[in-house]
């Protein structure tokens, strides 16, 4: 599914919202998108954090790039 918009509820749940009314729910513990996501959820899988995780995907395709945002939850 192509995500419009990611959304984390209060239970750190991952929602993803596309096309239709409902969003899908991430079961697994990590999420990547776009272009590099191959490449991200690799270095996540080989035990990386999310940060170091789109660096990798930054340095590995050519599509990624112009920098990075990160958000970090707390509870």
């Known amino acids: 599914?192509?995500?419009w918009a990611v959304r984390i509820d209060s239970e750190g749940r991952i929602l993803l919202y596309g096309s239709?009314?409902?969003p899908e729910l991430v079961e697994d513990?990590?999420?990547a998108g776009g272009?590099?996501?191959?490449?991200?959820?690799?270095?996540?899988?080989?035990?990386?954090?999310?940060r170091k995780?789109?660096?990798v995907a930054?340095?590995?395709d050519v599509h990624c790039g112009?920098?990075?945002?990160?958000?970090e939850l707390k509870p």
């Open 66 to 71: 112009l920098g990075i945002d990160a958000l």
């Open 35 to 50: 272009c590099g996501r191959d490449y991200a959820l690799a270095a996540m899988h080989l035990g990386h954090d999310a």
């Open 53 to 55: 995780a789109v660096e």
């Open 29 to 31: 513990k990590v999420y």
């Open 1 to 3: 599914m192509r995500a």
């Open 58 to 60: 930054c340095a590995l």
């Open 20 to 22: 239709g009314p409902n």
